[in-house]
């Protein structure tokens, strides 16, 4: 017999993982889908099976636990004090704020010392670093086009900064490369995916075979790194 009471649940990823969901049967044809700050709610057809309902979502996984992270994240923030964690090319570095009469950051190994003239003015010590992180990722960024311009033999013109809320990079056709600088804080090897990725482009504007033909001639493991960054994304926007 089918219970008609809204019932907790849980689905059983792939990986092992699982996904609580509340599951509610009404008078209708289709499965609707809704993640909202309580989580995955599934509204199902009254008759329906429970392995059938799992069964029809399943495409919609990657979506699912993409929203499900971006809700989490919005319970996150980053406290802007001394002893919060934020990465730096995937490694965790350990926020020192210490008031000054002048404005600076500087990375000592896993240490990142803001020295501020605000030092309680959370939204201004984040301002100092999101400056210096943008500097430093403007600067890293250039290195690996460059390094990888040459294994791909493709000459892009310039290299930007982007602060793009749903991309991570862009080209055009001008042959000007754009990264989002949120990128620094991810490990090498997702930037280098980003990178390639948008170099590749150079060659095949699309997303042909020939396209990620390209991209695989450098990056044999990019599928590893795609899936990475997209669980990563909302992480990384954490700042800014």
Not at 29 to 35: A, C, D, E, P, Q
Not at 85 to 101: D, E, F, M, Q, R
Not at 108 to 113: P, Q, S
Not at 150 to 160: G, I, Q, T
Request: overall charge positive; proline content about 4%; hydrophobic content about 40%.
């Amino acid at each position: 017999m089918i219970n008609l009471k809204p019932t907790n649940l849980e689905l059983f990823l792939p990986s092992g993982k699982k996904i609580k969901y509340l599951l509610k049967r009404r008078n209708r044809r289709t499965i609707g889908l809704k993640v909202d700050h309580d989580g995955l709610v599934i509204h199902a057809p009254i008759l329906i099976p429970r392995s059938r309902i799992e069964e029809l979502i399943a495409p919609k996984l990657d979506w699912i636990q993409e929203k499900l992270s971006l809700q989490l994240n919005k319970k996150k923030k980053i406290n802007w004090k001394t002893g919060e964690l934020i990465h730096i090319l995937g490694n965790k570095v350990i926020l020192s704020l210490k008031a000054s009469k002048t404005n600076s950051v500087l990375q000592d190994k896993d240490i990142l010392h803001v020295d501020t003239n605000r030092v309680n003015d959370q939204i201004h010590s984040a301002k100092l670093v999101s400056k210096w992180l943008k500097e430093k990722a403007l600067k890293d960024f250039v290195r690996r086009v460059e390094v990888f311009s040459v294994k791909l033999n493709v000459h892009p013109s310039n290299v930007y900064l982007s602060n793009a809320k749903s991309r991570w990079g862009s080209c055009n056709s001008k042959k000007e490369i754009r990264l989002n600088w949120r990128l620094i804080q991810a490990p090498p090897h997702i930037i280098n995916y980003v990178i390639c990725h948008e170099l590749a482009h150079l060659k095949e504007m699309n997303h042909s075979n020939r396209f990620w033909e390209e991209v695989e001639k450098v990056l044999p493991e990019y599928r590893s790194s795609e899936k990475e960054l997209k669980t990563l994304s909302s992480d990384l926007y954490l700042i800014g």
